[in-house]
């Protein structure tokens, strides 16, 4: 069975600083892919990134910035120069293709509270 | 514009009492999808169908019931069986089921059983 894991429960940090957020995953799948979703104080889970399993290249976008590593089983975010509005609860996702059914399924980490001190 | 709408946001009910919760898409999606959130926890899925008339349990469908009668609505029960309802809970779309397709939120409705 999948599994994600964020081992970090709450990150606190001052507004400009670089924040790296961790996320370990666990799979048998050797088709993939692995998310990124933000949810700010509103609730609503924000798409941020897709990655597949075969592609290791790191992507930047803007401030954020994703590195993927399969020989580590890892794939962390970085935010570069934290701002206020980063502040919210950043989860970490796996989609794998072993079985037909569950091909839909999206197994989320527990998530990391990141809060940005101004 | 197109999304993903939920209502209500808050939502009371008496224990013993089912009640269902509304999740509409106008993203012409196939499959859509149903999640509970407890505090500090991830998501959990509940039910979620890849097709009108077809649904598939989910890892904690226990105490819930859903249908897709329509592409566009996915309602979800919460029954009186269900031993801890009170939870947010998050609706989610995708073009399809399959690996590639990111999923789409809603605004999330937070059920709260007195």
């Known amino acids: 069975a999948q599994k994600v894991t964020q081992a970090q429960t709450e990150i606190s940090v001052v507004e400009k600083e670089d924040v790296t957020l961790d996320c370990v995953y666990e799979t048998r799948d050797t088709t993939y892919y692995l998310f990124w979703y933000k949810q700010p104080p509103s609730g609503e889970l924000v798409f941020l990134i897709r990655r597949n399993s075969f592609d290791e290249q790191n992507e930047i976008s803007g401030r954020y910035s994703w590195n993927f590593q399969k020989s580590t089983s890892s794939f962390n975010f970085t935010i570069t120069a934290s701002q206020v509005v980063d502040s919210a609860v950043y989860f970490c996702a796996h989609k794998g293709g072993r079985e037909e059914t569950s091909g839909s399924r999206l197994t989320f980490g527990e998530g990391t509270q990141l809060t940005v001190n101004p | 514009d197109g999304g993903i709408t939920q209502s209500p946001k808050y939502l009371f009910r008496k224990e013993g009492q089912n009640v269902t919760l509304s999740c509409e898409q106008n993203?012409?999606?196939?499959?859509m999808y149903w999640y509970r959130q407890d505090p500090g926890q991830g998501l959990r899925l509940i039910y979620y169908s890849q097709i009108v008339n077809d649904f598939q349990k989910g890892d904690i469908a226990e105490g819930y019931s859903v249908s897709r009668e329509k592409k566009e609505s996915f309602p979800l029960t919460v029954t009186s069986a269900q031993k801890n309802p009170t939870a947010f809970y998050l609706c989610?779309?995708?073009?399809?089921?399959?690996?590639?397709?990111?999923?789409?939120f809603g605004p999330g409705t937070r059920l709260t059983v007195l």
């Open positions: 989610a779309s995708s073009i399809g089921g399959g690996l590639y397709n990111e999923q789409f």
């Open positions: 993203l012409n999606h196939d499959a």
